[in-house]
Structure formats: structure tokens, C-alpha cells
């Protein structure tokens, strides 16, 4: 087997702070069949949206390590948080493709607004990092970017409150100013929001875009893959495992939501020490 053979049946590296990133390897797995998929969720540490920019980049970068062990050939940072915060160091420090969450979502806002009112919501540290006005308006210079922190969000998602009065309380709540000012365009930027999709799309109403980071992820991850030679061209044989899970505490708890979300069943995700890494 030629070296190129080799690396393109290396799988995927996707990491997230906890469970959110499972939105975006379920993208992965529907788009991209034949990749095979290491997943890191650092459920001991969740979560990483209220955290400081230098916490997260550490944990990235401990996590980013450890990915390297499992001889990734890319690097997909499942989680806006991280995404936000420490995309530019993982770029500079990691000798293989990173992809975030980020630039794909803010590249399909843009080309989708008619209006170029395009409302962002996210976790604190997403929203404090600005990176998704950055993005937008380097590509846009006009458009008009309204974010919004959410941080209730996160916990009602994992709490299973997917359709719940709770939850359209505290939407309507969070989204009434993005409704005043008229955007056309709603990114969903944290990776937990797309499971309650249909209650944001209902209090946003039809004329608001609801523009999904974790497709817009798994489609650049393949033109990335095509453009570096990267992508796997067979469905992997018969006894080698297509998905890992990984996770840094409660594998249980990891395991019944992934099972609610991923038509795959998972079989086991194995707890590691991340500090180690
Ligand atoms: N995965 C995180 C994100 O997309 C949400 C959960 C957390 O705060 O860690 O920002």
C-alpha cells in the first residue's frame, strides 16, 4: 500500500467539549460514508462556553494531541467554542488539515442573506470571541451581524427538553431582538442548537434562514479531503471499526445521548486521561 493509500484510510479526528460535536459527526457520517471517525467529547470539562479563551485553547490543544496518537488525517474541530478560540493555534502547531465550524457557517450566511442582516447565536465565549462578525464581514463588509449569547440553550438540549414550553419560553426570550431588527439569516453557531431547530425556525418565522454549521462543516471537510487527495475511497472491510468514541469522564451518560441523536448505534465510548496528553 502506497503512503497516500494509507493516510486516506486513516480516519477522521472530530473533537467537541462534550456531547454538541455528535451534530456534526452525524453530518460527517451521512455525507462522507466511507470515512472512518475518531470522536473525543471532553466530557470532564464541559462546558467550554463560559470558559476563558487561554482554557479553551489549552483543551484543545491537549485534545489535539491525543487525536494525533489515534493517526488522524485531518482534524475537525466539532465545537464553535473551540472553534473560536483556538482554531489559529491548532493551525499553527498541528501538521495536518484543521477545519472548524465556524468559516463554513459564516460563508453560507453570507451567500444566503438577501437583506445582510444576519443574526448569530452561540455560547458566551463564542459570541465574546467576535470571530463570526470577523469572518462575515471579512467576506461581506456591509453585512450587518446581531449575535446573541444563549447560554440556557445548552443545558435545556442535554436536559432533552427538545420540544418543551420551557424552551419556547426561554427561545422567544432570546430571539425577540433578532426578530425586531429584521434579520433573514440565523446562524445556528453552537453545535447543540440544530436538535432544537424546529422550535428556533417556528419563533423566528419563514422569512428567517436557519443556517446549520455542522452540514456546512461536513461539506467543506469533503472538498477538503478531494482537494488534498485525502478522501477514502472505499467503505472500510468487513471488522474494522468505522466509528471510536472517546470521551474524558461518564461514559454512560455520552453513550444514551449519542444513542438518541445518531442513527448508528454506538457500542462503547472508552474514558482516557486527557491530562495526560
Ligand atoms: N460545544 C459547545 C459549542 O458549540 C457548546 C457546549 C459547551 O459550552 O461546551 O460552543
Not at 470515512?35 to 482554557?55: L, M, N, W
Not at 451567500?111 to 470571541?129: C, F, R
Request: with cysteine; net charge negative.
Amino acid at each position: 500500500m502506497s503512503e497516500q493509500e494509507e493516510m486516506r484510510d486513516r480516519p477522521i479526528g472530530v473533537f467537541d467539549s462534550g456531547v454538541g460535536g455528535l451534530t456534526v459527526a452525524r453530518e460527517i457520517m451521512r455525507q462522507l460514508p466511507n470515512e472512518r471517525i475518531v470522536y473525543f467529547g471532553d466530557t470532564a470539562r464541559v462546558p467550554y462556553g463560559s470558559k476563558s479563551p487561554e482554557t479553551i485553547t489549552r483543551f484543545s490543544r491537549q485534545i489535539a494531541r491525543f487525536l494525533q496518537t489515534q493517526n488522524v488525517k485531518a482534524i475537525v474541530i466539532a465545537c464553535n467554542s473551540a472553534s473560536s478560540c483556538a482554531v489559529e493555534a491548532l493551525e499553527q502547531e498541528v501538521d495536518l488539515p484543521i477545519l472548524d465550524v465556524v468559516r463554513p457557517g459564516a460563508k453560507t450566511a453570507v451567500s444566503v442573506t438577501k437583506n445582510n442582516k444576519i443574526g448569530v447565536i452561540a455560547t458566551e465565549a463564542t459570541i465574546g470571541s467576535g470571530i463570526y462578525s470577523r469572518y462575515i464581514n471579512e467576506q461581506d463588509a456591509d453585512a450587518m451581524v446581531l449575535s446573541k449569547a444563549c447560554p440556557l440553550f445548552v443545558p435545556l438540549v442535554e436536559e432533552g427538553l427538545w420540544e418543551d414550553p420551557v424552551t419556547d419560553e426561554i427561545a422567544r426570550r432570546y430571539l425577540s431582538e433578532l426578530i425586531d431588527v429584521g434579520i433573514d439569516t440565523l446562524i445556528l453557531g453552537c453545535t447543540h442548537y440544530p436538535i432544537i431547530c424546529s422550535t428556533i425556525g417556528r419563533i423566528m418565522g419563514e422569512g428567517v434562514t436557519l443556517v446549520n454549521p455542522a452540514y456546512e462543516t461536513a461539506r467543506e471537510l469533503k472538498r477538503l479531503l478531494q482537494e488534498k487527495g485525502l478522501e477514502s475511497g472505499h467503505r472500510p472491510g468487513l471488522g474494522t471499526e468505522l466509528y471510536r468514541f472517546f470521551v474524558s469522564d461518564a461514559a454512560d451518560k455520552f453513550q444514551k445521548f449519542a444513542n438518541s441523536i445518531l442513527t448508528y448505534g454506538i457500542l462503547s465510548a472508552k474514558v482516557i486521561n486527557i491530562d495526560e496528553y
